[in-house]
């Protein structure tokens, strides 16, 4: 069984950039939730995603936005980049969106914005 | 909102002494409660959960927890640290009825031989 994987492991941006980060969930699992952990923070929660929909979203602007595909992978992109974006993404995902259901966490991508 | 409130960002213990973090809710309504453990440059472990029935819960690598209703508490510990302990450790909480965590600040532990 292969666990969540996420790409890249690290980016450098500049600046009203945009970026693209990747999630694999892990098999049998169809929601994947994002946080963003800033530098000596706890993770945040971004949003969520079950079925290819987004199902909750915490407290970030719009240009943070998401997908979800029909195996399940998903997308997080960050539009206009500002220096405070520069954090860990974690994704994770379990096998429903409801009660509670673990989630296994990826390694994360280390974005940093010049 | 639920919140979680970690004290004291880094805490050091001794090989073999008795490893205390402390974590507190709150909530109107009880939540599910969790503890993780992240090591450098890894995603986030499960260490242990509480959602229903016995409030004292063992988790992996020997640690423990209490859910205490009455202090909105559910404190980490683990009798004698090793130095394999050395690393973050954040307490998080769910509502019930849904699966969005939200976690406390986190406590970095170092162990000290």
């Known amino acids: 069984e292969t666990g969540v994987t996420q790409s890249p492991t690290h980016l450098i941006k500049t600046r009203g950039q945009q970026v693209t980060l990747r999630c694999s969930s892990q098999?049998?699992?169809?929601?994947v939730s994002w946080y963003q952990q800033a530098l000596g923070q706890g993770p945040q929660f971004i949003f969520q995603?079950?079925?290819?929909?987004?199902?909750g979203r915490g407290n970030f602007p719009p240009r943070f936005s998401g997908l979800q595909f029909p195996n399940y992978s998903s997308e997080l992109n960050v539009n206009a980049l500002e220096l405070d974006d520069s954090a860990l993404y974690l994704c994770a995902s379990s096998s429903s969106s409801g009660d509670y259901n673990e989630q296994f966490f990826g390694p994360g991508t280390r974005l940093t914005v010049l | 909102a639920q919140s979680v409130t970690q004290l004291g960002s880094h805490v050091s213990v001794s090989e073999g002494a008795l490893v205390l973090l402390r974590c507190n809710y709150s909530?109107?309504?009880?939540?599910?409660l969790f503890w993780y453990v992240q090591y450098p440059n890894q995603g986030l472990q499960l260490l242990l959960k509480?959602?229903?029935?016995?409030?004292l819960v063992k988790g992996i690598n020997g640690f423990e927890a209490e859910f205490k209703k009455s202090e909105t508490s559910f404190h980490l510990t683990k009798p004698s640290a090793h130095m394999s302990d050395a690393a973050e450790y954040f307490c998080?909480?769910?509502?019930?009825?849904?699966?969005?965590?939200?976690f406390g600040k986190g406590n970095q532990v170092v162990v000290i031989p």
């Open positions: 909530s109107s309504v009880p939540p599910y």
């Open positions: 098999s049998g699992h169809n929601t």
């Open positions: 509480y959602t229903t029935g016995a409030t």
């Open positions: 998080a909480v769910t509502p019930r009825g849904n699966n969005r965590l939200a």
């Open positions: 995603y079950y079925r290819e929909e987004e199902n």
